[in-house]
């Protein structure tokens, strides 16, 4: 038996969640049962989309009952197990509890070698973000060279590499990022060939004819809201829009609003697609192949940023609202 | 030298369109030079996007500029012609001016055989609305056996034989019409499985879980607004949405705004495309023939609604806006 730290919904948050929406237990873990094995959680993902579960209403995540431990995917030890094809010491990524520890169906883990990346990046570059941008990128947003492709949220841990993906197709590839400092990373590091700071003007449409003065083939959409809006009056004919997701609008009290733009679909053909990366299960070790042999030639740049700390996971989460972190937001929780 | 009354766009609208907006001439035209051909115009179409013409800025449509004639899709009779493929006799259809007589240069022309339908129908049900029923239902709608497809503005012109295509693809079609009487037409003469009367309620999304308990995998979008918005609550996984027309905002003054919908993207991975005919010119030809052939095997069902005389032409095109029309609203100019 093990004694952990354990994160629980503590009741379903109106608008932006606060202390009242996380109950840090401690939880006995019984050993494991066949087919089951203890994980020492070293790093855990916070993601924009767990707010949806937080929810009882719709989303594209399940809601989470109150009282439920929150979860997402983390990487860790394997400490011990029973009647598993793992052995102690494995590494594995999966669906845990945000906690020290985990008792987890071994059918739910996946051993991972991430060779001379740290294992975070099994979270970040070469996981689920990674992912969600190669599959996003491939199948809805399809650049090509010569095209102008608008990314949103492009210092973070999906559209910094949907940016790079689309630069490597030959596209001109224009960021909004929220401060001057990550749009410094966005242009140097990630080789976007403009970034917009949202924070700097309120007038996205004029600083995007600018940026983007050929007009807006292909857009990736993590944000919604204004910086959306301002993108589709740029739409050019025929553009693709992957709408991967809706930052802007996960702790709105009310139904947002805005301007219809159906029209500007009219008058551009343009596609608009939600994406959701769950559809492409069957290819993921094939993308995950990919993404991990082009980090490692140098192709993909990503950048992390480590909270120290179960106790400061509900800020790392809490920071993503904020845009507080620089790529791939993961919480260190054990060595 | 003929003397035709004609009119012209006496001034933009702001809002809805009135006598103001219209200004009916009387002109002489010119004998044909060499490659015009003069038309006797007899039946006249009036439809929604010709709105968007009317004002000064972006519209899929180019703007007209005021003291132009208003132009549109028009069936006539070639009675005087110069140096033309076409005699005098012929029946033709071309975009020309909303007038008794118009002047045209012959390559705008194409010579049209209805066989045993009257020649408005190459405005109609084999002409530009039926075309645009017939792509888009094809290229973007796709309906397949067992799904559930939606169809707004189900009593008009393009509505009605998308949803008739729907049906023959095995669908279960589900339209929305201005009233009782229409909703009549849509389910009796045009065999749609239901037709809601967005008249008769105000919570279209309680109607719709009604009439599509399944939910919907195909939407046809004529109209925009609420309807719409009730539509993509019910989108099931993959759904596919046409943009076709926006009638509910053509006449707004404001920016139209509403409900932001694109987090129901992601949630049903669905698609949402615009849709113009004008795309697909390359194969009229074989779109033309299939649809005639279908209305002559009695597969597709058409209604027009004819108003007699240019000068009421105005009214016809301002009762489209107000659902006075059932199938394809025409102006009969002359014999």
Not at 118 to 125: C, I, K, R, W
Not at 312 to 323: K, R
Request: hydrophobic share 40%; net charge negative.
């Amino acid at each position: 038996m093990v004694t952990t730290k354990r994160y629980h919904l503590a009741q379903r948050p109106e608008g932006v969640p606060d202390d009242d929406t996380f109950d840090l237990r401690e939880v006995d873990l019984d050993d494991p049962a066949g087919g089951e094995a203890l994980v020492k959680i070293r790093y855990l993902s916070v993601d924009p989309y767990m707010r949806g579960r937080m929810d009882a209403g719709e989303s594209y995540a399940d809601p989470w009952a109150v009282g439920d431990p929150l979860r997402g995917a983390a990487v860790g030890e394997v400490v011990d197990e029973a009647s598993t094809e793992f052995d102690a010491g494995d590494t594995v990524v999966g669906n845990m509890a945000w906690a020290e520890y985990h008792l987890a169906d071994a059918a739910d883990l996946q051993r991972i070698e991430t060779g001379a990346l740290p294992v975070s990046t099994a979270l970040g570059v070469v996981g689920m973000p990674g992912r969600t941008a190669y599959f996003g990128t491939r199948e809805v947003l399809e650049p090509r060279a010569g095209d102008t492709v608008v990314v949103s949220a492009a210092a973070g841990a999906v559209g910094s590499v949907v940016g790079q993906l689309a630069k490597l197709q030959g596209a001109t590839v224009v960021g909004f990022a929220g401060s001057d400092e990550k749009c410094e990373v966005v242009e140097d590091e990630f080789g976007f060939d403009a970034c917009i700071n949202y924070e700097a003007t309120d007038d996205y449409v004029a600083v995007l004819a600018d940026a983007a003065p050929e007009g807006v083939d292909g857009y990736f959409d993590n944000v919604g809201g204004p910086i959306t809006d301002a993108v589709f009056t740029h739409l050019n004919v025929d553009a693709r829009v992957a709408v991967c997701g809706q930052i802007a609008l996960y702790n709105a009290e009310e139904t947002p609003t805005g301007p219809r733009k159906l029209g500007k679909l009219i008058e551009t053909r343009a596609r608009v697609q939600g994406l959701l990366v769950g559809d492409f299960a069957p290819r993921f070790e094939q993308a995950t192949a990919d993404l991990a042999e082009w980090v490692a030639a140098g192709d993909i740049q990503f950048r992390e940023t480590v909270t120290e700390g179960l106790e400061n996971a509900p800020d790392a989460f809490l920071g993503l609202f904020e845009g507080e972190n620089v790529g791939k937001q993961v919480v260190k929780v054990g060595e």
